[in-house]
């Protein structure tokens, strides 16, 4: 997937932006996760490749606590996005 343009053009604007590698019950990776939130707005975007069914969806969503967790709308499992972890 692609950074979404108006990100790439205005990045400033933007409270929170992330993009995970999303693992499945084996640990292998088979999705992926881009969480963005502009400053000023309550609701975060998201785009999501399901690591489980492999669903692609685009999506808003309002996430109060750390950590943040997506649902897929097709297979229901919870999408947890981890911290990363300093390397
Ligand atoms: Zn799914």
Do not use: Q
Not at 24 to 36: A, I, N, P, Q, T
Not at 59 to 73: A, D, H, I, Q
């Amino acid at each position: 997937m692609k950074l979404p343009a108006e990100i790439k053009d205005n990045i400033k604007d933007f409270a929170y932006i992330t993009r995970r590698k999303l693992r499945d019950e084996d640990g292998e990776v088979k999705g992926e996760v881009f969480l963005w939130r502009k400053k000023g707005e309550e609701a975060f975007n998201y785009w999501l490749k399901c690591p489980y069914c492999g669903t692609e969806e685009e999506s808003s969503v309002t996430l109060r606590r750390r950590p943040y967790r997506l649902k897929c709308s097709n297979c229901g499992k919870s999408i947890l996005i981890e911290k990363l972890v300093p390397k």
